[in-house]
């Protein structure tokens, strides 16, 4: 059953990484980000947990409905209901699976689920079968393995072979395994059991000890062929393995690792870009490959070297994972064809003229307010982010801050074609545009984040800006991009808002997975 040649690669962005505290997205966001990770060639896109809440199930199906070439997972407890669901999210996927999962450590089976061990394996074994009813390929994930014993863990993994699990995951749930440990817990599960010839193991690492990269590639080392990871690490608590990470270490180090993925690197920048855009969480200047330092090197040292040779100090090339060295810079005077060219250096395709003209209007919009336009800037205006409503749109905003007063707003907006005005003031110039929103909009929600990113250098950069609203049990992020930061942080909010007008029963409360 295992290619020892392919390494899987199974993104969780849109599931686990959704667990990490305050990175709900909606809908079209999800959506987004799983184009780009087909476009990225992953292998499995777990796109949901559609027992979870109406959202979960909505964007899995919208995500199955789409998604084309990469396959679609959802995640289900080892409950009829739970799969039953998560079938009926996949019914329309060219490519499904459902990943069914029931926890095996001691402490959980008697604190949490209150089940014997004979209790457990039954109830995995009636959900692997009732999953394969439904779709081909289940995958089967005992919860907490680092802490199963391991007599018992080999027992249910073979019992859910016999019953059609094709995949059997290995999750790190809490993170508490060291590499050698993890990965000799991988070697002798294979050993040991007497069918794990009929299914490709995977392993899913938490990075609570900071090991979950560490610990995925030991197991890959020791016969681990599918790995559950995410963009940038995202992740519950501490995030999970990075997926940018996984990949470049086996492409890098193919003198090590016999296997390969079929991921196309040149995708990985544009991937991160985006998750960073839509859920709010920049991307550390030192983290690796997708961090603004990766290829940076300012010792005088290592600049001599990467002059002479860049073999030096890099061990990978920035073109590999989506940079160019290029120094091409375009400009409100630059043209169609330089513009074009720009987009196939950067693998950013346009699926139809319709499109790239869309992309070259927004081009030239932002030329107008920036004398030079950077890669990062086409990155962003190519993630097509959706920046306002139909319902709500800025109409005109003027907002004054001097020494000597509290700033004061002066905001217009056009909700459903008509105009309304309202002026407050405020501790600053965003706090003042906001209260003035307020008053001209009936809904009561609790901003709980506000986070703002440059996406160039300059004084003359697009401001980014992610803030995060929540009204009752829902939590929507709404995203803003422009050179005035002031006038970005408006347009984010009025995205937030737009989106609970749009959306009002789309609830976004979490069940735990692995």
Known sequence: MRNNDHLIIFDTTLRDGEQSPGASMDIEEKLQIALALNDLNVDVIEAGFPIASNGDFAAVKEISDTIKTSRVCALARALDKDILRAADALKNAKLSRIHTFIATSPIHMEMKLKMTPDQVIENAVNAVKLAKDHVQDVEFSPEDAGRSDFSFL????????????????????VGYNLPHQFGSLISDIIKTVPN??????????HNDLGLAVSNSLSSVLNGARQVECTINGLG??????????IVMTVKTRSDIFSCDTQINTKKIMNCSKLVSSITGFPVQPNKAIVGKNAFAHESGIHQDGIIKSRETYEIMKAEDIGLVSNSLV?????GRNAFKQKLE???????????????????????????EIYDEDIIRLSNNITLTGDDIQLDHMSVLCNSDSKPHADISLNIKGTIKNATADGDGAVDAAYNAIKKLIDIDVDLKLYSVNNITSGTDAQGEVTVRVVKDDLIVNGHGADTDIVKASVLAYLNAINKIFQNP??????????
């Open 154 to 173: 080999c027992k249910i993994i073979e019992k859910v072979i016999d019953a059609g699990a094709s995949t059997i995951n290995i999750p790190d749930t």
């Open 196 to 205: 794990s010839d009929k299914a490709i193991f995977s392993v899913h690492c």
């Open 236 to 245: 519950e608590r501490a995030g999970n393995a990075a997926l940018e990470e």
């Open 330 to 334: 375009l400009g409100k005077h630059s």
């Open 345 to 371: 250096e950067l693998d950013i395709e346009c699926k139809s003229d319709e499109s790239l003209n869309d992309l070259f209007d927004r081009f030239k919009e932002l030329a107008d307010k920036k004398h």
């Open 505 to 514: 029963d789309l609830k976004t409360k979490k069940l735990s997975g692995i």
